[in-house]
């Protein structure tokens, strides 16, 4: 789209505040469009503006953002949010800071709160396309071992003992295909994107809520010890780009895009990357030690948090985004160490890692 075209077109981009959302926020910006953010309350305005200009975000960007008031959890203010707008990138989601104990606390709200989203955005008459951020949780989950590589045609297995955020956001994406192909969404068009793990530069506190609390907490010496886990990583810019591409290109039109920064690794990758690249005055409380596996499923029986990654240990997840490079000429910019180093920089930088 020129930049005529993308000065003319509104974007609606929910949950303002994320760190997704800010992120793609700044590209939309970048590209030209006027955006629409939709967040919890009005008097965060200040605060994500802060966090866009850390983002790089000029005055002149930010003239071409408005704000609107619209919670996942209630109906009111949704059709004042799309109201003119073409295109939706619905980021918002719960995230937990712990694993709830009714699994249906997160899985309901995601559940409902993009129904509520594709709703509105069905009935305004000028949406053309929903991107919705879904997770390669909703495409990994719940299965054995396998040499083979997942691709957007894998999806979690809803039989298995799931987690309630991998459950939420597999049954979040299953009622948003489910929605448009049933009448009452008929007409709209929706790609997913499913990223693995979201990394990348923090612009403000309020996005450690994200996965970068993995980062924060292996800095500030929460994390004595890595699970076993096979973790792919994702440059939070780079899934930002993906968004704004998969957002007009006609080939993305009804389809499910993995973004992944390339040579998947453990999760133990995180600490030593750390290790390897920062000053021992930042690592001092950095662990790189790996929790056994046995003691690890001892652990899960009284830590439901814990609990969630039983099922996954050891299991080599292999990836790639090579349908997005295929189909929209997408390549992730930055290697897995990069989007680590920078996570950890960002972190440092904005004063949130303690010595």
Known sequence: MNDAMASN??????????FLASHCIIALLNAGYQVRATIRSLSKTTTVKKALRTGGSTDNDLSRLTFVEADLDHDKGWNTAVAGCTYVLHVASPIPS???????DLIIPAREGTLRVLRAAATAGTVQRVVLTSSFNAISYGHADQPEPFTE?????????????PRSKLVAER??????????????????????AILGP?????????????????LSGEMPASLNLYMGVVDVRDVAALQVIAMTHPAAKGERFIAVSPGGGWMLDIPLTIKKR????????VSTKVLPVWLTKVLGLFN???????????????TSSDKAARILGWKPVRAREEVIVDTTQSLIDLGLVKH
């Not at 712990?98 to 249906?104: G, H, S, T, V, Y």
């Not at 045609?153 to 955020?165: C, D, I, T, V």
């Not at 295909?177 to 049933?182: G, L």
Request: aromatic share 8%.
């Open 98 to 104: 712990a694993e709830p104990k009714d699994a249906n």
């Open 304 to 318: 439901s948090q814990i609990a969630t990654f039983v099922s996954e240990l050891g299991k080599r997840k292999i």
């Open 278 to 285: 920062f000053p021992a005055e930042i690592t001092k409380k």
């Open 202 to 218: 923090v612009l403000s506190k309020e996005h450690i809520q994200s996965s970068v609390h993995i980062v924060q907490s292996y």
């Open 9 to 18: 077109t509104t974007v609606l981009v929910t949950g303002g505040s994320g």
């Open 153 to 165: 045609e894998s999806w979690s297995n809803p039989n298995a003992k799931l987690g309630a955020y």
């Open 175 to 196: 009622a948003a295909w489910d929605f448009v192909r049933s009448n009452e969404g008929k007409g709209l068009e929706l790609t997913c994107i499913n990223p693995t």
